[in-house]
């Protein structure tokens, strides 16, 4: 049995009003992971420990080896994450985010990028700053990212919201393309499972 990409250890976490996780142990495997739950249950809160943007109250995480508390920086570089409420890259337009995130990983295959963009109609929009897009046409950029980016885990936030079929069918075959690579690992957060997708695993926090 292959080695997982993350491995998650005793993790707790809870907000003053509320306990979510508690001594929460998972080994995330190459492949699509679903995190499934209804709202309020810890989806987003979940993507963003493991991504480590927010602190635990306790437990390990371990990326390729690679520690989140002893080893940070190295750690969060291993790491795509969709941020559709950030307004750092607003007054970016479309290329311009791509070569930031081109920048930020060393396995960005810039030679995918028009058959995404193709592929996610968003060839009418690339030129737009980011602000200026639709939360749908915002979805496919994160989306076109994070298929190019090539990082080892790929956290995906309700990535079929606001999206048309053709391009949530076009997202499915992709994200099924990239699951058979053993080098990378995709955590999505969905209230329910996907069709079309074939999981690795499933981490189910309720309704």
């Not at 941020?83 to 070569?99: G, T």
């Not at 058979?180 to 189910?204: C, F, H, K, S």
Request: with cysteine; aromatic share 8%.
């Amino acid at each position: 049995m292959s080695t997982p990409i993350l491995q998650v250890s005793g993790l707790s976490f809870a907000y003053p009003e509320r306990e979510l996780f508690s001594d929460l142990s998972l080994n995330i495997p190459s492949g699509v992971t679903l995190v499934q739950g209804g709202d309020g249950r810890g989806k987003t809160t979940l993507l963003q420990l493991l991504a480590g943007r927010m602190q635990a109250q306790a437990g390990r995480l371990e990326l390729k080896g690679i520690d989140l508390h002893t080893e940070g920086e190295a750690y969060r570089r291993q790491i795509f994450c969709m941020e559709l409420r950030s307004e750092a890259y607003d007054q970016m337009n479309v290329p311009e985010y791509f070569a930031s995130v081109h920048a930020a990983f060393p396995g960005f295959d810039a030679s995918r990028l028009p058959a995404l963009i193709e592929g996610l109609s968003l060839t009418p929009h690339v030129e737009k700053k980011l602000f200026m897009l639709s939360t749908g046409s915002k979805r496919k950029v994160w989306l076109a990212a994070a298929f190019a980016a090539g990082a080892t885990l790929n956290l995906l936030d309700d990535p079929f919201a606001g999206l048309d079929q053709a391009s949530i069918n076009f997202v499915v075959k992709t994200l099924n393309a990239a699951a058979l690579n053993p080098q990378q690992a995709w955590v999505i957060a969905l209230y329910e499972p996907p069709q079309g997708v074939p999981l690795a695993q499933t981490l189910d926090l309720g309704d």
